[in-house]
């Protein structure tokens, strides 16, 4: 957390957190993973130069970016870094970088690709992440972002009910635990649209997560269902997928060696 005269908004830091054991191996999300899996695999474009995949943690995902050259894990956390790196080794093709996304160490148009997955409802400033993401991609790049959704059917049916007191059809960003944040898809595109992006692509995703269904019904059944589900559109799931594009005309590549920048002048 930052102190009452730092001006960056607060950061939820899992340094030396057992995140990856605690929440993802042998807890019973093969659904989550299966279905944002699936997400990435239709929205990424067939090929690219260069990818930074911010909020990477232990680099769960990260074997979904082959068809991309070079790509750059960022995390907040060290410890993640460190792990990640231990899984996916050290090679030329993986950069590992421990810092603020508020304040991203790279020159602009670095990137043709960006993604943030499950990372931006930990996000007090959701625009400002957005602004900074525009600054390091080409035009023409290709943003995956997925958002935790305000207006799902659970949120909307229990408001109906009188068994929450937030209103999920308000377009103000909800923030239900400190640093936890969920985002109405309105609030969402619009902010998209004012950093410089075009929404080209929406998938809700999880629209089965429920701790009894995942007990009695096959993985492969439920990815199906979520799969169909997903492919109705609605904007009501609890998470959703976008693929948008990077305003302006593609720039020449820049060099591995030459992508870092002071976070702090740009320099």
Not at 52 to 80: C, K, N, P, Q, W
Not at 89 to 109: C, E, I, M, W
Not at 194 to 205: D, K, L, R, T
Request: charged share 20%.
């Amino acid at each position: 957390m930052s102190d009452a005269h730092d001006p960056r908004p607060p950061i939820c830091d899992y340094e030396g957190s057992t995140y990856r054991t605690d929440f993802w191996e042998g807890k019973g999300r093969d659904y989550e993973d299966g279905v944002e899996r699936a997400a990435l695999r239709r929205l990424l474009p067939a090929s690219g130069r260069r990818l930074l995949e911010i909020g990477a943690g232990f680099g769960r995902i990260t074997d979904e970016y082959a068809m991309y050259d070079h790509v750059v894990l960022l995390d907040y956390s060290l410890s993640h870094m460190q792990d990640a790196q231990s899984r996916l080794g050290q090679s030329a093709r993986f950069t590992y970088v421990a810092a603020d996304a508020y304040h991203l160490p790279f020159v602009a148009g670095a990137f043709d690709g960006v993604t943030i997955i499950r990372v931006l409802h930990h996000m007090a400033n959701a625009p400002a992440i957005l602004a900074q993401v525009r600054r390091v991609m080409t035009g023409g790049g290709t943003f995956i972002l997925e958002y935790a959704n305000k207006r799902n059917l659970k949120a909307m049916l229990r408001y109906a009910l009188r068994r929450q007191t937030w209103n999920p059809f308000d377009e103000s960003p909800l923030e239900f635990v400190e640093l936890n944040f969920d985002f109405h898809p309105a609030y969402i595109q619009r902010e998209l649209q004012q950093a410089g992006f075009s929404v080209h692509e929406q998938i809700p995703v999880s629209w089965l997560r429920v701790p009894l269904l995942k007990q009695v019904l096959p993985l492969s059944a439920m990815l199906t269902a979520d799969r169909l589900l997903g492919a109705t559109g609605a904007l009501v799931a609890p998470s959703i997928f976008t693929r948008n594009v990077a305003a302006g005309a593609a720039a020449a590549p820049v060099a591995s060696a030459s992508i870092f920048a002071c976070p702090n002048c740009g320099g």
